[in-house]
């Protein structure tokens, strides 16, 4: 009697094991499975919003835009190089938000002031 109640313990705990790992392969597959089409809109879109950074960087008549470098790491958009002032910074900053919408912006600016970091 005892060795049976043990054997149903056993069995029931491995089954659970089973269902658990199963449950949790499953949701790994579903997260890796991304589509190949889902994941070039993706990056299309990303790719879209650097270049309204950029574009708006560059069209706009207040900010002097040559030593600033626009990338994409990772999904986000990021500013990097110097300004000249805190106030460039800060408008920078205001037109790169503004030209994203939603999307993430992160900026790696530092302020060169009388030519020295």
Not at 15 to 21: D, E, F, I, K, R
Not at 49 to 65: C, I, S
């Amino acid at each position: 009697m005892f060795a049976t109640l043990k054997l149903h313990r056993l069995v029931w705990r491995l089954g659970t094991v089973t269902v658990l790992a199963s449950c949790w392969a499953l949701q790994a597959g579903a997260q890796s499975a991304m589509s190949a089409a889902e994941r070039a809109a993706t990056e299309s879109k990303n790719e879209a919003r650097r270049l309204r950074v950029e574009t708006a960087l560059r069209l706009d008549p207040y900010f002097y835009d040559a030593h600033v470098k626009v990338l994409l790491i990772k999904g986000v958009v990021v500013m990097q190089g110097f300004v000249f002032s805190d106030w460039d910074l800060i408008h920078a900053i205001r037109i790169a938000n503004k030209a994203a919408g939603d999307g993430r912006v992160v900026d790696d600016l530092s302020i060169e002031v009388g030519g020295r970091r």
